[in-house]
């Protein structure tokens, strides 16, 4: 009888081992399915102003394939001066990265030191919204250290660069373009002096000078852009010189004035991207690479057309981009089917009053399936299996042991 027990009891183990397994596997796949990470594990603000501001940007990736929620929350002493944003809750996939803007906003009265906290970036820890197909369990985490050095002191410091005039014609006026980094703790309004010369440089045409409409924050970059109207010249090139204060930066450039028709606008829609396969209700994105292949910047955006069958059955469109010479852009429309059918999306690219050739995709959308429900049911169905199976052993060993008694 005992060896029988004892063999029982082995077998028993063995059974229950086994089970554990599974449910330890099973377990480990639901927590380890999504790989979350971010291109900095550390960030660094250095002289921060009392009351200032400074700001850094994190990618986050993840190789999820379909819309997967972020969201972040705070720790340690500069919790309450960390601020994310966009502030709202953002989706992102293995093929749209988002990017994050964490800012830093000591208080007036904080005193000169170095403080520490961190930010906590999370994959799917929000409720899902209205049509999204995710739940809200923690699915990955990423901890960003946080490092800021608090001054007193008030440091004016900016860079400035990648000065441009693009080719005009005759009568139009001159877009004049820069870039300029606040390198300092307080907020800085360059004043740009921009010198017109002759093709050989042998004479000064004009002179235009002008401030920034806007303020940069420190650590802060900004793209500033400047008309010059009516500037008088005649068709031919011309030279540019350039110089910015309080900021570190001078520059020259050339271009060309052409007579009246010989500047246009060019473009190309290079494809329309979506889903293979969507839900009923689910909120679809559907991206326009968009390449402007002309030699001035155009102001662009993306109109499309849902059909179902030969019937339009909806019109999307994105926001309005500006796109420079030679750049190439994605633009994001949405679409919720509300029926089970394949969809055609077909459209084209507005850019300065003209037509892209037309582009088109296919979307199937299948009845609603819950994700994630089967694992969770299986995970249920093998604790209640693993339950009766002992009530049943447990059982069976008292029934023997009754027997030979």
Known sequence: MNKNMRKNNKKTFFIIFIISLIIFSLNASLSCAVLLSVNKAVIN?????????????????????????????????IAGWIRVEPNESLYMSINRNQLIKVIIEPPEDMP????????????GSIPKPEGAQYGASVLSAFIIKINVGITGDEIIKCNSGAFDIEDAEEGS??????????????????????????????????????????????????????EIEDPGLSKGQYWADFSVSPCRGTGKTT??????????????LIRLETKSWASVDEVVPVK????????????????????????VIGIIESDTLEVEPSETKTFEAYFRPQEISQ??????????????????????????????????????????AILFLLIMIKKKKSQKHNIFR
Do not use: C
């Not at 030699?295 to 662009?300: D, G, L, P, Y």
């Open 45 to 77: 603000y250095d002289d921060v102003l009392r009351g200032g501001y400074a700001e850094d940007s994190v990618l986050v990736m993840t190789d999820y394939p379909d819309n997967l929620s972020i969201n972040y929350d705070m720790h340690g002493d």
């Open 112 to 123: 000169s030191g170095n403080y520490s906290g961190s930010i906590r970036v999370m994959a």
């Open 173 to 226: 006026s001159l877009k004049f373009s820069s870039s300029v980094k606040n390198e300092g703790n307080v907020r800085v309004k360059p004043r740009f002096i921009v010198d017109i010369w002759n093709q050989d440089q042998s004479q000064l045409l004009f002179t235009r000078e002008f401030v920034s409409d806007e303020y940069i924050l420190p650590t802060a970059s900004m793209k500033i852009s400047y």
């Open 255 to 268: 271009f060309d004035v052409m007579e009246k028709g010989a500047i246009t606008d060019e473009g190309e």
């Open 288 to 311: 326009a690479i968009f390449r402007n292949t002309g030699k001035r910047t155009v102001s662009a955006k993306f109109t499309g057309r849902i059909y179902a069958g030969d019937k």
């Open 343 to 384: 969809y055609y999306i077909s459209g084209r690219v507005l850019y300065n009053n003209k037509l892209t050739y037309e582009k088109s995709t296919v979307l199937n959308v299948d009845k609603e399936k819950p994700e994630g429900a089967f694992p969770w049911l299986a995970l249920i169905a093998i604790t209640i």
